[in-house]
């Protein structure tokens, strides 16, 4: 353990870890640009950069090149929602991660000194999910921004005489789409980093709740189970903290954009096509995107969580049903036939789709030496008046909440269609 804590304060100070993600935002440039703040001139820079293309590129772009006198083709009505939807959230996306980075830094803040504390399953499964995070923070970022780029380079080829510019035409043109892309690149990027960090923050947690639910097939100690189910419902209060602001800004913001956006494109007399509306369309597809890939993880461990009060309760049962007051001292293998036969009975097509550890429909093997049954049922009564999960300011983020959600969001929308085009 000494060893392990000693590697990584080394590799915090010295040139590469074992994690590709470490490097990438810890390398010269990258950390600079999002959250290096370790001296004044790295602080500086840092901020200069967002300043510059969060708010300045922005509202020249959008003052600048308005284009009121271009044909319907080359005008940008809905320019105003786009820059301001991710201008936002990009600047709520900078401050998170500029807390992250001072209250725990990245090793601390991705969990990696709590790794000599798990199993090396936990640690394998981990370990490949923080190798594969850079590919995944790339899978939506790439995608997004070589579309914006076709839109933009379009746009300023196809109306390049309609276009205000100074001077010259194409340096000007040239110049203004590479600060523009730039500006996109940068709110997008800062938006889905922290979407990944939260994404990949919940990973480990599942992989230890698949852990967890072994010990119910073991001859398990209640105290060691207490002590296991305690660490992690604590350490998963601690990512809500540390998310609940970025999740709920995001969920009232996007909701905003999207609703501004519905209200311009179905007024009266809005013109709306592939030219006009096309970044709108990308704008919403990002945001969509980030919100999606938070609520659904946080959703998703919240039900793993959930699901191991099933799992204790079949447990229980289990051993409850399967008297063992009449066996001998030396019998030390699964009892009684029913659920021996149960057992014995599931055949490999049974098991197809059933591959999640903690919603299994499997019988749990009872042993000899079990547990008591008041110890038993005091674990389980535990685990049903204590769920574990991501909440956000007290509301837990699971299934069911996320069906409030859509309902609402759903009843919002339909009421404004039919103010907007009389939709009964």
Known sequence: MADLKETLAATKHNTKSNYRIIDTLESKGFSWVFVDQSNPWKAGLSWSIF???TICVPVLSHLAFQCSTCDYNHR???????????????AVSFLSLLSFSRKYGLRRFLFLDKMSYVSDEVR????????????????????????????????FVSGAHQIPYVYNICLSHTLACILLLGSWLYRTALFFLVCMLFKLTLSMQIFRLEDFAKV??????????????????RTLRIISHRFRGFVLSTLILVTASQFASLLVTTRAGSHVNISTAGELALCSITLVSGLFICLRNAAKITHKAQSVTSLAAKW????TIDSFDDMGPTEE????????????????SDDEGDDDKLENTKLVPIYRHTVSYQKRQALVTYLENNKAGITVYGFMLDRTYLHTIFALEMSLTLWLLNKTIGLS
């Open 124 to 155: 394998r499964g981990y370990s490949d999910q923080l190798h594969r995070a850079m590919k995944f923070f790339y899978a939506f970022v790439i995608p997004c921004f070589i579309a914006n780029a076709t839109y933009k380079i379009w746009w």
């Open 333 to 348: 293998s699964n009892i009684t036939s029913v659920t021996n036969n149960y057992l014995l009975n599931q055949t490999d």
């Open 216 to 233: 119910f097939e073991n001859q398990g100690d209640v105290g060691l189970i207490l002590m296991e189910h305690l660490t992690i419902r």
């Open 76 to 90: 940008r009505p809905y320019d105003l929602i786009v820059q301001s939807s991710l201008s936002v959230l990009s």
């Open 316 to 319: 229980h049962t289990c051993a």
């Open 51 to 53: 300043f510059f293309l």
